[in-house]
C-alpha cells in the first residue's frame, strides 16, 4: 500500500490546514485509518483516526480543534485542523491498516509560527 501525503505548510498560530492522503494497491480493504504528528525530541503519538465505519477518536489535545473525514471509495482521508498552536508543530503521518498490516506515509510537515 502507498500512502501520498500532502496538505502540510507554515500558519499562523489561530490558523488553519487541512492536510490529505490517499491510499492506493492495497490489496485488502483497508480498515482504519489515521493521523499521527512527531515533534522534534518527541515519540510519535496518535492525532486522530477513522474506521471504515466512520467511528473517530482523537488525541485529548486536539478535541474540538481537528476534524477526521474519510472517503472510503477513494481510500482519502482528510484531516481539517483549526486553531492551531505552537504546541502541533510536527511531522504528520498517514497510516493505514489494511487486512494484519499497518502502513505509513512519509509525512509531510506542519509549522504553526508567527
Not at 501525503?5 to 490489496?27: H, K, N
Not at 473525514?69 to 492551531?84: E, P
Not at 498552536?85 to 509525512?107: F, Q, R, S
Request: aromatic residues 8%; positive net charge.
Amino acid at each position: 500500500v502507498q500512502l501520498q501525503a500532502s496538505g502540510g505548510g507554515l500558519v499562523q498560530p489561530g490558523g488553519s490546514l487541512r492536510p490529505s492522503c490517499a491510499a492506493s494497491g492495497s490489496r485488502f480493504s483497508i480498515n482504519t485509518m489515521a493521523w499521527h504528528r512527531q515533534a522534534p525530541g518527541k515519540q510519535r503519538e496518535l492525532v486522530a483516526a477513522v474506521t471504515n465505519g466512520g467511528s473517530t477518536n482523537y488525541a485529548d489535545s486536539v478535541k474540538g480543534r481537528f476534524t477526521i473525514s474519510r472517503d472510503n471509495a477513494k481510500n482519502t482521508v482528510n484531516l481539517q485542523m483549526n486553531s492551531l498552536k505552537p504546541e502541533d508543530t510536527a511531522v504528520y503521518y498517514c497510516n493505514a491498516k489494511a487486512g494484519p498490516l499497518h502502513y505509513w506515509g512519509k509525512g509531510t510537515q506542519v509549522t504553526v509560527s508567527s
